[in-house]
Each structure stands twice: as structure tokens, then as C-alpha cells.
């Protein structure tokens, strides 16, 4: 093992096992840090935002800030479960705390005539506009060349603010999730906050959502709105994913099911979005899965799953292109990335602008043929990632015994991860 030291920080990755990683651990936080965070936003003729400095610190930062969490097709999803940790005996609310950074956004949904105006009016204009965006006190221009995945909708979709009253959207028909119940987890033990099944069709505590949101956001590309059950469409509210194959290059979104609110925790948030708080603090993802191969060779991201784990904040701004806290190092934590087409491993690695980033050469197998069980745990200074056994349940109640398992993983090596590059 050797480390290597760059601008006062080192990352170090512990991986257990040689062909096909078991377990992998990021370590060596900085505790502090700043980036670059959306102050406001402008709708107007020359769309465009500001920033300005936002620092964090804590043993995890900025991975302690709220997460959401993306899956790309080809794949399926099982069960995806979210866990907290109790710090006394008491009942905890799984409902996701307010209390951590999020952008603030009032119930958008019922849309504000200013912003619906605004909206309608830069829709009219087209791919290749210039945008303009104030970061650091200077003006960046560029034009907007965002290439979307496959389930943003094209400016024409019929989303439920813009059709005829009477009409019913897939929302309307499909099963909304529930709240999650208070779980007493009892002291150092991890309380389940949110959960979804596939195959009873059952969530809770979570919100499913994709970059489909052109209707009010048009110009500055496709932004965060609720997605129809089949993970694809357009929805007006709510929906429970189906048990179903997500195709190729289309993403979706998991967070939390409490909706920012103006002047919340949640920070600024993009006009017109559907935003909600992400999970915050110390945390632990279960997610069960499959990614079939299709075969593709067509389009952007062929045959190439994913899932991965995003600043909250990126989600409810703009997670591709230039108005978001991304290239500044707010922080992307890939938990299962196929890097090319057809690829029968997925990788793991860090996104967090210019102050560290790195990707192991570990990798993990794709699950083709059956599901894979994965947690992802960010907890003291550790993101954590383990390969769970088959017979691992995703319960209400987590044991803290089971989780210093994964956290403790034997047989693990550590080498270096690359610190003080670009995360792009």
C-alpha cells in the first residue's frame, strides 16, 4: 500500500478480493471544503444562473449532504431500501430529516403564472441556444449542447399542466407511494426510512422522478419531474415504479418523499421542478437488481447500466449541464457503472470536481442472468460499497452488528485513488 498526497487530502480505496470485488471503501475525506452552489436563477430572455461559495465539512462531507439516487438502463430493479442510524432508543421518523442542505423550492407543482409565463415563453426557443451562467463573479457563456438521456421529453410532451382538463396521465391511474411508518430501531441500529419492492408493487418514503421536465424548463434542458410507472413517461404525480426492464440510456430518480419548500433547507431549486429532499447524514442504500444484456449498439450509453449516487442539489437544479454544484465538487459517488458497451464488470469511483476523484480498478460483476444485492454506506469517514449475500433481507430493522460486517469487510486491501483531478 502507498499513498499518494495532493493538496492535503488523501482518498484511499480498500478492496477485498482480486477478480470481482466483494467490498470497496473510500477513505480520507478533507472535512472541509468549498464549491460552487446555484444562487438564483433567471428565466429571461438569456437564461441564465448565479453561484456562490458553499462550505461544507464533517467526516463524510460532502457525501454527508443529501443523496438521490439514479439508475440507467438496461436494467431492473427489485428492492431499493434506505436506512438511517438511530442514535438513541427512541422512535425515529423515517420520513428524511429537513435538516441538512437542500435547495428550496415551493410546491411548484401548482404552478406560479410568473414562472408558467416564463416557462412558455423560453420553450419557443430551440437546442443551441446560448446560455449564460455567473460562477465565481464571472460570466461564462456556452451553447446549450445538453444530450439527454432517452426518457427526457421532448418540449411538445403532454404533461398534465399543459393538457386539456379532464385528461388523465399515467399518474392519475398508477398507485401513488405511501409514507413510511416510525420504525424504533433501538440504539446504533439502522432504521429503514424508505423501501420499494418490484414484484408487489409496494414503496414507501420515496419519491421516483427523471430529467422529463421540459415544460417549465425548456431551455436550459429537460429538469426534474415525477415519472410514470413504467419509469419512462411523463406523470402528473407520484407513481410506483413497475416490475419492469428499464431500456437502454433511461434514467430515473429515487429520493425522498418530502417535497422542498422555498426558503428550506433544500436551497434554490430549479422554476417549475418537482424537487425533493434527498437522504441526508450518515446513511446505508440496500439495492437489489439485475442488468440484463440488450444487445444495443445504437444511441448514447449503449448496454451501459448504472447506479449511482448524487448530490441531491444537482438533481433539483440541473444535472447536465453548467447550473448545478456538480463541477465543482459536490459530489457524485458511482456505485455500479458499466463503462462500455456490452461490459460484463461495472466499475465504482468518485466525481467531486478538482479537490479529488478516482476509480478503483476493481470491479464488479454485472449481473445478467440473476440479481445482485449491493449496499452503499456512508457513515464516519467510510463510503462504503459491499456485494451482499443472496439471502440478505432488506428488513425494517438493520442490526448494528451487520452493518460493522460490511464496514469490516476481512481480507481487504487498500491502495491509492487518484487525488486532485478533474472528476469528469
Known sequence: MHNLLVAGATILASVAGTASAKGLSFKGFPNSGTYQDVASFDLGASPKCSMKPYTYSGASAPLDEELSAIFRGPIKLKQFAVYTQASSNQKRSPRQSVHHRRHGHQHFHEHNKEIREAAEEIEKRGHGDLVTATIDGKVVSFTDTWDAPDNAAAPTAAVKAAAPKGTVTQADKAPAPKKAEPVNAGAGNWARTGYYEASSGTASGITFLANNNWKNYATLGAALGFVGADGKSVASGPSILEDCLIPDNVEFIISSDTPCVQGDSCGVTAPGVDAHHGFAGDKMFMV??????????????????????????????????????????????????????GAMQGSASMHMGKNFAGTPSETFDRPTGKTMKMAAIVSSGVAHIEVLDDSQTFDTVISAATVSGFLDHPEVTEFNVLIGSPGL
Not at 447500466?305 to 442539489?313: E, R, V
Not at 444537482?314 to 463541477?327: F, G, R
Open 288 to 341: 437489489e437488481f439485475q442488468m440484463p444484456l440488450s444487445g444495443s449498439g445504437d444511441g448514447l450509453n449503449p448496454d451501459m447500466p448504472a447506479f449511482w449516487l448524487l448530490n441531491s442539489k444537482v438533481v433539483n437544479t440541473q444535472q447536465y449541464d453548467a447550473c448545478s454544484c456538480w463541477s465543482t465538487g459536490c459530489g457524485e459517488w458511482d456505485i455500479h457503472e458499466v463503462l462500455t458497451k
